[in-house]
């Protein structure tokens, strides 16, 4: 076995760790009403043990990450130069994040939020090539490893406020009243759901082999070219053939054009992926309300009802206040260091560093509104919650949505 | 709370027009206000790219065409030069000015108010912190009681003053500092940002292509780089194996051997007198720095034709004269050859096209389809003849009368560099800003004011306590600070207070 094969399988350790780390936080804190005739004691201490349990696992997968790290590392480069590695490295910053956290508070409800979303980021990241790649020029430099840890150790803690904050809108709002606060909870619900739906039918359709080719112009080149579909067409491309769909409940060519003007390459492709995912997520939603019978978000408050309000939004606004000066430090300081050594300037307004600058405006904004003005509790929750869609925005949509000098592959 | 009660500049009546607009930067909620604004024009600018990504001759034409309608308004409403135009740099100065408005409005009561307090507070004041509590004892138990707390905060690194019967314990009150610092960072960048392209002379971003060999001087500077090479290295097979990748043509170093050269003086026949400085060997990553002024290894373009290589035959006879190589840039007038042989140059297009009447015409001076009409003077031909050569044309019949001819013999290539100089003396400003920018971040969110006063009344001790944030932790600490005292509170007894 060589370091690259001990690499994986300690990467892959982690992420099985992760998920059994998931179940135990959720045991820990639904199994405490398993029993109505515990004792406050009883319950207490089931509530303790799991929760041990939990973040214990949850070390173990730290170490297991820290292990692929160093191995891969060993093997060629510090793995966070292509979207398989960074999303992997983003799914270990939130669980370092996690880790720190929580030997403040102690709080394993706290732990059967984050750990699962650490598991869907993590996934998400086996959709991309888990090949080592050669670094291109650019990549070559010490600051790669220094500016993206340190700005994806800042994101992992936004991520533990945006769970957190979470949390707290769960706690907070009447889940089992109508209202504008319990619509946008149910609307981030089935955005989660999308994601989940997203990741699934990916994995799902590419374990069965499923394909769909159509011919595009690419407009950079002006050569037809072959674009390969992993989800059933809804939408074609807008120019070109098909050439072949493998049958999907009696999908057999592509619904819909993309419209014209969506003439990037593989930009059809991406419209098409996101509204399987809308369609999708939407179909689990409504499937999931029918067998709960209730709103998606009263399901999840009942595993927060007994917690203090004031401990989290605390936590959410600690990690946030944590993890605010890593993000400055590496997304844009350390960033514009490197900038002026790679590119000859420090700043150039790409799209990627344009968004830098909103996460940063957005959460100066949010820590202003905290500290000034004294938003506490909801409205402060709202934004630790949209701070993330920020983050994951600049993260990953930045990169498969806008064009600039931070490209990756995309799905 | 805040403010300790003291007056800030912007909460006095007086109503003048001065005191309007510093009472509209100081407010906090106008300074959000500036930053959301900035938020979202900043969203809209990275919907289409911007101009200056693109290099476009005509950028209105290409939005329109590319974007319709959106593209047009988008383009009109100076959206595609977003980031460089007026209005976004007056929002930034606007922000600069709330910046600065809203520190000096608190900075200088916060400090007078932190550097005047009591120790003791009255009753009322104490009940009203959100986090307080009593607890009765006598007038003989108190002293020992205060004691054993001072210790006790001390130990948790408080400072602690007492006032007979009133304690104030308090730490690490410098994070109250953090905001002010952290803005004088930001002002620092912003203000070394707005400077560094208005002031003449502080900055500089040029690009240019140096072949190798040339030396070509960087305008508005006294420097000269000379290009001695420029090389591509490839991964080798051996890299490739190990990762599996069969990705042969991966680049692995874009290299340019640069040399720098200031320029001393003139020389007598008017060429400057040039003085080498450094020597590097530029790669992406590794820019070759000099004083202030950076040069980059930005692109490069290989293989261009640099000289071309003839040689003279007599046609009758066979008989090779020699050979001369034409530098496709810079051709001599002419070329002397053994046997009493002369070329001259008697025309030369570095791109030959033919017009509407079918007459050879140059149409750009970089030699991509070069072509010459030499006069070739030779013993058998005195006066010379007139010949033409063009790569891959085949040209010996509209020749045949001549003796000599122009044989195309080789074709020497030569790699250009793209090389980036810049200068910016504003850095020094920026990257001084960015570090006590940092400094005061994590002052101010890293650590808390934390204070803690207590004071003996008719037979009570009441207790309250305060902190700019991280209420649970305070909340912790003061139970671990009662319970090392030796005093037992009950847990729901310590208020948290109301929301």
């Known amino acids: ?411 | 709370m805040r403010y300790e009660g003291a007056v800030r500049r912007s909460q006095s009546i007086n109503k003048s027009i001065v005191n309007q607009i510093w009472n509209f930067f100081s407010s906090v909620r106008v300074g959000i206000y500036i930053i959301l604004i900035i938020l979202i024009v900043s969203i809209m600018g990275t919907i289409l790219p911007q101009e200056h990504f693109l290099a476009l001759t005509n950028p209105k034409a290409f939005y329109i065409e590319k974007y319709g309608v959106f593209g047009e308004i988008f383009y009109t409403l100076g959206f595609t030069r977003m980031y460089t135009s007026w209005w976004y740099k007056a929002l930034l100065g606007m922000l600069l000015i709330s910046i600065i408005i809203a520190s000096l409005d608190r900075v200088i009561p916060l400090y007078r108010a932190l550097k005047n307090q009591t120790v003791r507070k009255n009753k009322a004041f104490l009940m009203q912190q959100r986090i307080h509590t009593q607890w009765s004892t006598t007038a003989d138990e108190i002293p020992y009681q205060l004691q054993k707390l001072q210790n006790a905060m001390k130990k948790r690194g408080y400072n602690v003053r007492q006032d007979a019967q009133a304690l104030l314990a308090e730490k690490a009150r410098f994070s109250r500092w953090g905001p002010y610092v952290n803005h004088l960072g930001l002002i620092m960048i912003i203000t070394g940002a707005l400077l560094m392209t208005s002031i003449p002379g502080w900055y500089l971003d040029k690009f240019m292509w140096v072949q190798e060999g040339e030396i070509k001087h960087v305008t508005g500077t006294p420097y000269y780089v000379k290009n001695e090479r420029f090389t591509i290295d490839l991964y080798s097979e051996a890299e490739l194996q190990k990762i599996k990748s069969e990705n042969q043509s991966a680049v692995k170093r874009y290299q340019t051997d640069a040399i720098l050269y200031e320029k001393v003086g003139e020389m007598p026949n008017g060429q400057p007198d040039l003085k080498q400085v450094m020597n590097h060997p530029m790669t992406v990553n590794d820019p070759l720095r000099y004083k202030k002024v950076r040069l980059y290894q930005a692109d490069y373009k290989l293989s261009e034709w640099k000289n071309m290589c003839f040689s003279i035959i007599n046609k009758k006879t066979g008989e090779k004269h020699g050979d001369f190589s034409v530098d496709l840039y810079n051709p001599e007038p002419s070329y002397e050859l053994p046997n009493g042989l002369t070329v001259v140059i008697q025309d030369y297009f570095p791109y030959l096209s033919f017009n509407e009447d079918q007459e050879p015409i140059n149409i750009s001076s970089k030699p991509e389809n070069p072509a010459f009409i030499f006069l070739i003077k030779g013993p058998e031909a005195p006066e010379g003849e007139l010949s033409w050569a063009i790569i891959g044309t085949p040209l010996d019949e509209i020749h045949s009368e001549n003796v000599y001819k122009a044989n195309f013999k080789d074709l020497e290539t030569v790699n250009t560099s793209g090389i980036k100089i810049s200068m910016n003396k504003g850095m020094s400003i920026i990257w001084t800003g960015a570090a006590i920018f940092m400094i005061g971040i994590a002052m101010g969110l890293y650590w808390q004011h934390r204070r803690i006063w207590l004071c003996y009344e008719d037979g009570n001790v009441i207790m309250g306590a305060h902190t700019n944030k991280g209420w649970v932790g305070l909340r912790k600490e003061i139970m671990s600070i009662m319970k090392e005292s030796g005093l037992h509170i009950p847990d729901d007894q310590l208020q948290l207070g109301g929301k």
């Open chain 1, 1 to 411: 076995m060589d370091t690259l094969q001990l690499s994986s399988i300690l990467l892959l350790s982690a992420f099985i760790v992760y998920v059994l780390s998931s179940f135990a936080f959720i045991i820990s804190i639904t199994g405490k009403n398993w029993n109505k005739n515990w004792s406050k004691d009883r319950k207490s201490a089931h509530q303790s043990r799991w929760g041990t349990i939990g973040f214990a696992l949850t070390l173990v997968g730290l170490l297991s990450q820290i292990g692929y790290i160093i191995t891969r590392w060993l093997f060629d480069h510090y793995p966070i130069s292509n979207m398989f590695e960074f999303i992997t490295f983003l799914s270990l910053t939130i669980v370092i994040s996690f880790t720190v956290i929580y030997s403040m508070y102690r709080l394993p409800a706290l732990g059967a939020f984050v750990m699962p979303l650490t598991v869907i980021i993590f996934s998400y990241a086996y959709i991309f090539p888990s090949k080592v790649q050669t670094l291109m020029p650019a990549l070559q430099s010490h600051w790669l490893i220094i500016h993206v840890s340190t700005a994806a150790l800042g994101e992992g803690l936004f991520a533990v406020g945006f769970v957190a904050g979470l949390m707290l809108l769960l706690r907070k709002v009447d889940t089992s009243v109508t209202s504008k606060n319990t619509k946008w909870l149910e609307f981030t619900m089935y955005i989660l759901l999308t994601v989940i739906t997203f990741i699934v039918s990916i994995f799902s359709f590419t374990a069965a082999g499923y394909e769909a080719k159509f011919t595009e112009l690419n407009p950079k080149t002006d050569e037809i070219q072959q674009v390969k579909y992993v989800l059933p067409p809804f939408i074609g491309p807008a120019t070109g053939e098909t050439l072949q769909v493998d049958s999907f409940l009696g999908i057999s060519k592509p619904i819909l054009k993309a419209p014209s003007w969506m003439e990037g390459m593989n930009a059809a492709r991406k419209l098409n992926t996101m509204i399987w995912s809308l369609v999708t997520g939407g179909i689990l939603y409504v499937l999931l309300r029918l067998i709960l019978r209730k709103r998606l978000s009263q399901v999840a408050s009942s595993w927060v009802s007994d917690l203090d309000e004031e401990v989290i939004d605390e936590i959410s606004y600690r990690a946030i206040a944590i993890g605010y000066p890593l993000f400055v430090l590496g997304a844009l300081i350390f960033a514009m260091i490197w900038a002026e050594q790679a590119w000859g300037r420090f700043w150039g307004w790409d799209p990627k560093e344009v968004w830098a600058l909103i996460t940063f405006l957005f959460y100066t904004a949010y820590l202003h509104f905290r500290l000034s003005r004294g938003w506490q509790g909801t409205k402060s929750a709202w934004m630790a919650v949209l701070g993330y869609l920020v983050v994951m925005f600049t993260l990953v949509g930045v990169n498969l949505v806008l064009s600039g000098l931070h490209a990756y592959s995309g799905v």
